[in-house]
């Protein structure tokens, strides 16, 4: 079964640091595809990257960057030089690509990322 | 354009009331999704369409009655629910939900729904 751990519950910067949110993961699948997504207090998910199983290259997009290492099921989630209008809770999630039909989006149990000005 | 729609943005209602939750989207995307969101949880899945028909159904109580009209549109019909039942409903779509369910899921603002 597959299951996305977020460990850090709540996380408090000031801004302008840099903050790391953790994502692990557990799959039996050597396909699949890994997501982060971010809700501000409006309520809306914001899709803010997808990245499968087969590609470990990091990725940067302005002050965002994601960390993938198969060799310990991570997907970690950097935002550089933190401001206040990222101040949301963040989820990392899962789907997998089984016997040719993929399964559910499985999301972990988010991190409230709040950024003090 | 990556837009979903959902109408209200809030709403209460009574034990005996019916009303209605919408959504649409006009992104051509072939699947849409309806989860339930309780506060401090992720979202928890109620229901699938796949080209307009229902594809997946958590176990969801007969109070809560999807309809996918067409393509681009997506109701949830409301009827005896509960105090419990009270949660941000959010409606999301993707370019499909078969073999490629990989696809992203985008999401609308949701419904803040208070039963009274």
């Known amino acids: 079964a597959q299951k996305v751990t977020q460990a850090q519950t709540e996380i408090s910067v000031v801004e302008k640091e840099d903050v790391t949110l953790d994502c692990v993961y557990e799959?039996?699948?050597?396909?699949?595809?890994l997501f982060w997504y971010k809700q501000p207090p409006s309520g809306e998910l914001v899709f803010l990257i997808r990245r499968n199983s087969f590609d470990e290259q990091n990725e940067i997009s302005g002050r965002y960057s994601w960390n993938f290492q198969k060799s310990t099921s991570s997907f970690n989630f950097t935002i550089t030089a933190s401001q206040v209008v990222d101040s949301a809770v963040y989820f990392c999630a899962l789907t997998e690509f089984s016997s040719g039909s993929a399964r559910q989006l499985t999301f972990g149990s988010g991190t409230q990322l709040t950024v003090l000005p | 354009d990556t837009e979903v729609t959902q109408t209200p943005k809030h709403l209460v209602m009574g034990m005996t009331n019916k009303k209605s939750l919408k959504c649409e989207q006009h992104?051509?995307?072939?699947?849409m999704y309806w989860y339930k969101q309780k506060a401090k949880k992720p979202p928890e899945l109620m229901f699938v369409?796949?080209?307009?028909?229902?594809?997946i159904n958590e176990s969801v109580p007969s109070r809560f009655s999807p309809e996918c009209p067409n393509s681009s549109l997506l109701n949830l019909h409301l009827h005896a629910l509960q105090p419990e039942d009270s949660a941000l409903y959010l409606c999301a779509s993707s370019q499909s939900a078969g073999a490629a369910r990989t696809d992203t899921q985008y999401f609308g603002p949701g419904t803040r729904l208070t039963v009274l």
């Open positions: 799959t039996r699948d050597t396909t699949y595809y």
């Open positions: 369409y796949s080209y307009e028909k229902l594809s």
């Open positions: 992104m051509g995307h072939r699947a």
